[in-house]
């Protein structure tokens, strides 16, 4: 017999150890190499846990997030944890609690199936045997290798899974608590800013110390390896103080200065790209059939988290230990190694929470800066918080993307043939590969990097994610142009490319079900034979009392979007409802979303509906300008959607406990709710507006040029 | 050196600075090693250092230490604790209102504000006092509930 294949995470990382112990009596440890990142992860682990080990979950304490001892699961990205961590997670607790009945079998001489376990505690036919998880973890060696073998809990034995469970994280910080990085202090601890390079290339000039001292007000010294010069002192204010004013104090050589122009997705076309065709050769004729292209742009969009980035770090005694924020201490941990020429057996890097970040924030970045400054001053412990204005310059930015959808349509009106062309910037900014940290930009004697990659179609594409429908079309292909120079530094944003593909996509859908003058929920049932894709779709409509055919034009509209995320993650369907004059104002969103087995109901809502708000908020708000420089530099030139904007929210999930496996959810509602709100303005105003967002100025220029 | 003097959820306290424009974030959160109020901007513009200076509401990432001497400021550490939650942060809790929770500190104050001036608000008041707050991860409904629900508590219904 096979052995079992193990979920990738266990298979990597398969000694039960590093998942499982029992460190004192009552009390059951599981580590996980995702990381919280606001959105409840190590809450559902513990759900997994409690449930595969048949423990209370107050007994299960989670960590996660450090290079020593615990698996190694790259990235917590792309709405993974839950579908392959928590399985890899729910296997090993599986393998560990069939170890511990086997023992305990052998020990009472009985069947292992005559035993059952009870919060920790082992019982035999019903009676209680005198042997816990605690009293028999000393005779039992966890250090093996996950089998595989031990069956996963039937859902209908689930007590945790499924239920919603309240976010262990979050008492502390409704009191207050130092929960975040920003509040970690450590004995000796000096603050520093960076004075930042503004961009890759350029090279220090002139530095008015004097001028910088003055602007501090405190005591602050200066800290320079080539380009990357800091400013370090014991006195955060000061230190703060000097970063502001090193800006004007400090001036560089081989300064780019971007144009307006650069910032809108049209600038992509024409640039030297990396091409690749995904599908059959686009068809050269039309075979007949009716044509339909349209082109759809997104700007660049920033992750604008709530708090600028921190990171902290110490060199002592040979070894580098980094605390960031960040979503892969294991990947960033490699980076470090190669910018500071450092063996990585001599770095530590531990996750302590920050705020939400999306994606590829400022965090590694921030991190980087904190370790290239310890290591020039040996022993110091060192933090640094960039600085607001900081984070939105340097931040990696979501590319800008230009995507064409060209259509041959049949006489019955639906699509046979689809492309999708895409002009964009690599989605795959993350440290290692071919993109460095921006320290080591500024520092000296570091080596060539390797043309980066974007993220390959089997881990969901970057680019190219989403832009195959999902509909029933006998021909597809995507054309996919990665821009290899792009004119803000570029990464990961919540989704990657699948905002902006699935919004041309479904408001090409929309267009054409237009032309066909069919309504567009009766449209993409028309086209879609996938019974998961239907359901969300026909309980999203009946949610939000869909009228079929409802008169548009008047200002008022309804507009409905439909993707599978990834097309192999959760099933989103989204109907919005707003008005439109001059703005935009949202009224109501209705949402459905089958992600198939949810560990913790509420927890997955709370995620479906901020990937509503922060979709919305990028479609009516959102772009990143650039001037001479990034012109977004805070709240007022980056603006985000406001509380008294925000819709009321229905979320419906479907089926939550009716299938084995769970489908990650965190970023399924993103594309959907942006193509339902362009489908609705279209249906208000009567006019299709293809470039986002959807400012006020492109709506008053749409309605002039009616 | 210059000393000030003010108090801090009802304690008097006095700190000793050199910069005398040192904005109270930093005296809160450095010198008094209070870090339930957050620094988001450091522009008052996000709403992440929402104190009360004597009831008001007050982002305090620019604001001089100079300027509140004999004051009485309110941090979230002055509204309750685990064992005595807030009603506004037991609302939170049932609510499950947040994601990362960053926010929260200075929501939570700007809404034990908006509570104490209008016992009982729409939530339309509600989202308007806190425009001031920005919550990046999309918790805005259950914030909008929570606060509905404490001030339910709060007016004994
Ligand atoms: S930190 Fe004070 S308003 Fe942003
Ligand atoms: S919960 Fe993260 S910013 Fe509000």
């Given amino acids: 017999m096979n052995a079992p294949s193990l979920p990738g995470p266990l298979n990597d990382n398969p000694r039960l150890d590093l998942w499982v112990s029992f460190p004192a009596p009552g009390k059951v440890v599981v580590n996980t190499g995702r990381v919280e990142l606001g959105q409840g992860v190590l809450t559902a682990m513990a759900q997994v846990a409690a449930d595969e080990l048949d423990v209370a979950m107050t007994r299960v304490s989670v960590r996660s997030g450090v290079t020593d001892g615990m698996p190694n699961e790259g990235y917590t990205a792309g709405s993974q944890s839950i579908q392959f961590g928590g399985l890899a997670m729910g296997q090993a607790c599986a393998d560990v609690r069939a170890l511990f009945i086997d023992h305990a079998a052998r020990i009472l001489a009985c069947g292992a199936n005559e035993l059952s376990v009870r919060d920790g505690a082992f019982f035999r036919h019903g009676a ?50 130092d929960v975040f990085i920003h509040d970690m202090k450590l004995a000796g601890m000096k603050h520093a800013r960076v004075v930042r390079q503004p961009n890759k290339g350029a090279c220090i000039g002139t530095i008015d110390e004097a001028a910088i001292r003055r602007a501090a007000k405190g005591a602050i010294e200066f800290v320079r390896s080539g380009d990357f010069l800091a400013i370090v002192g014991d006195n955060e204010t000061a230190v703060e103080l000097a970063g502001g004013a090193s800006v004007n104090h400090v001036t560089w050589t081989n300064v780019e200065t971007p144009t307006p122009l650069q910032q809108e997705a049209n600038w992509l076309v024409q640039r030297p790209v990396i091409d690749r065709l995904l599908g059959p050769p686009e068809p050269s004729d039309a075979q007949g059939k009716q044509r339909f292209e349209a082109t759809y742009t997104r700007g660049y969009l920033a ?4 708090s600028p980035s921190c990171g902290l770090a110490q060199f002592k005694d040979g070894h580098l230990t980094v605390w960031t924020h960040c979503q892969g201490v294991f990947p960033l941990r490699g980076a470090l190694a190669r910018m500071l020429k450092l063996d990585a057996s001599k770095i530590t890097v531990h996750h302590v929470q920050g705020s939400g970040c999306y994606g590829h924030n400022g965090a590694d970045d921030a991190a980087a800066d904190a370790a290239a400054i310890a290591m020039l001053m040996p022993g110091t412990p060192i933090r640094i918080r960039w600085r607001r204005e900081e984070e939105f310059i340097f931040e990696p930015k979501s590319p800008a993307m230009l995507v064409k959808v060209r259509a041959l349509v049949d006489a019955d009106g639906k699509p046979s043939d689809w492309t999708a062309e895409i002009w964009s910037g690599n989605h795959n900014g993350r440290p290692g590969g071919g993109n460095a940290l921006l320290a080591g930009y500024a520092l000296p004697d570091q080596e060539p990097l390797p043309q980066a990659n974007e993220v390959p179609e089997a881990a969901g594409g970057g680019a190219t994610r989403n832009a195959d429908p999902l509909y029933d079309i006998a021909d597809k292909r995507i054309i996919h142009h990665m821009v290899t120079e792009t004119p803000v530094r570029v990464s990961a944003l919540r989704g990657l490319g699948a905002m902006p593909n699935v919004f041309a996509l479904e408001c090409a859908i929309d267009e054409l079900a237009e032309r066909a003058g069919v309504d567009p929920v009766a449209y993409r049932l028309a086209i879609t034979t996938d019974m998961r894709a239907r359901a969300v779709i026909e309980k999203v409509a009946a949610m939000a009392n869909w009228q079929a055919n409802a008169p548009g034009g008047n200002g008022a509209g309804r507009g409905i979007a439909f993707a599978r995320y990834k097309n192999r993650a959760a099933y989103s369907a989204v109907v919005v409802e707003l008005e439109v004059d001059e703005e935009i104002r949202l009224r109501h969103v209705w949402c459905a979303t089958d992600g198939g087995l949810i560990v913790n109901p509420d927890g997955a809502i709370n995620q479906l509906e901020g990937g509503v708000i922060q979709s919305a908020s990028w479609m009516l708000r959102e772009q990143v300008r650039l001037d001479g420089g990034t012109a977004s530099f805070d709240w ?36 959907p709710t942006a193509a339902a709100i362009g489908n609705a303005v279209s249906h208000a105003l009567g006019i299709r507006l293809r470039d986002l967002p959807l400012t006020r100025e492109r709506i008053m220029a749409a309605l002039l040029q009616e | 050196m210059k000393t000030f003097d003010f108090s801090v959820n009802g304690k008097p306290v006095s700190v000793a600075l050199h910069n005398e424009d040192t904005p109270l974030l930093d005296v809160l959160r450095n010198e008094l090693g209070l870090m339930g109020t957050r620094f988001g901007c450091g522009l008052e513009q996000c709403g992440c250092c929402m104190v009360l200076i004597d009831g008001a509401p007050e982002k305090c990432c620019a604001r001089p230490v100079s300027i509140i001497t004999g004051k009485n400021v309110t941090t979230v550490e002055g509204l309750g604790t685990p064992d005595a939650p807030h009603p506004l942060q037991q609302a939170f809790l049932d609510e499950q209102a947040g994601q990362c929770g960053y926010c929260l500190s200075g929501i939570l104050i700007s809404a034990k504000a908006l509570l104490a001036a209008n016992p009982s608000p729409t939530r339309a008041q509600i989202a308007l006092a806190l425009d001031g707050n920005i919550c990046r991860c999309g918790s805005h409904n259950r914030i909008l509930r929570a606060v509905e629900k404490a001030a339910a508590v709060m007016r004994g219904a």
Avoid: C
């Fill in chain 1, 636 to 671: 007022d030139t980056y603006p985000v959607l406001k509380f008294s904007e925000v819709p009321p929210i229905d979320i419906a999930l479907i089926n939550p406990t009716s299938s084995d496996m769970p489908l990650g959810v965190g970023e399924a509602t993103a594309g």
């Fill in chain 1, 303 to 306: 992750h604008a988290s709530i």
């Fill in chain 1, 128 to 177: 209680a045997t005198g042997h816990d998880y605690w009293t028999l973890a000393p005779a039992i060696d966890l250090s093996v290798n996950a089998s595989g073998l031990a069956r996963r809990k039937a859902s209908a034995d689930l007590r945790f899974v499924g239920q919603s469970s309240a976010r262990t994280d979050l008492p502390a910080k409704l009191f207050g608590d």
